[in-house]
Structures are given as structure tokens and as C-alpha cells.
Nanobody, 117 residues
Framework: QVQLVESGGGLVQAGGSLRLSCIVS????????MGWFRQAPGKERELIAA?????YYANSVKGRFTISRDNAKNTVYLQMNSLKPEDTAVYYC?????????????WGQGTQVTVSS
């Protein structure tokens, strides 16, 4: 059983930074593609960043957010800089061996990020 636990969310002013972490249980972390999604109120959940051997970023976060992973620590990170009020959302990490982001195999519980103007 693979479990994902996010942390690092909170309240920050516009222009500020936060770093989200997602710790993954299990001994096969390195075999998973990892993704960060977010869901704002009234909107669909969207993939904003992913990493396996390369990285992917949605246009809305490109140049401001950085995804990274530490396979020794079973952890994936999302460094978020130059935050904007429109970044306010619940952020979720997800894991999938095949990087199938339409239906990833595993989800974390989510962490709230609120950006004040």
C-alpha cells in the first residue's frame, strides 16, 4: 500500500513563497512518476507540475514553481515563488507508475494554500 502525505501549506502574502512536501510510503518511490495538482473553489482539479526523468509545468506556474524529488527520502517537493492570489487552492500530490495523470493510482489528502492580496 502506497500512502502520500503532503505538508507545507499555509497562508502567505502575494509575492511570497512556500515549499510543499509530499512523503511517500513504500520502497518503490523511485519507480513512480510524481505530480502536483491543485483545485481551487468551483474549479476542476488540474495538474500543475510533474516529474519523472524530466519535468512538466502548466503554463500558469511555469517560471514560478519548481518540482523536485529526493528518492533517498521518498519525497517530492513543490517550491512555489512569486505567489499570486489565483494560486489559492488545495494542493494534492499524486503518484503513478505510468504517469497517467488522468487517473493517477495514488493521491495525498491535500494541503491548503491561501495567498492574500
Amino acid at each position: 500500500q502506497v500512502q502520500l502525505v503532503e505538508s507545507g501549506g499555509g497562508l502567505v502574502q502575494a509575492g511570497g513563497s512556500l515549499r510543499l512536501s509530499c512523503i511517500v510510503s513504500g520502497r518503490t518511490f523511485s519507480s513512480y512518476a510524481m505530480g502536483w495538482f491543485r483545485q481551487a473553489p468551483g474549479k476542476e482539479r488540474e495538474l500543475i507540475a510533474a516529474i519523472r526523468w524530466s519535468t512538466y509545468y502548466a503554463n500558469s506556474v511555469k517560471g514560478r514553481f519548481t518540482i523536485s524529488r529526493d528518492n533517498a527520502k521518498n519525497t517530492v517537493y513543490l517550491q512555489m515563488n512569486s505567489l499570486k492570489p489565483e494560486d489559492t487552492a488545495v494542493y494534492y500530490c499524486a503518484a503513478d507508475r505510468g504517469a497517467n495523470w488522468n487517473t493517477p493510482s495514488y493521491w495525498g489528502q491535500g494541503t491548503q494554500v491561501t495567498v492574500s492580496s
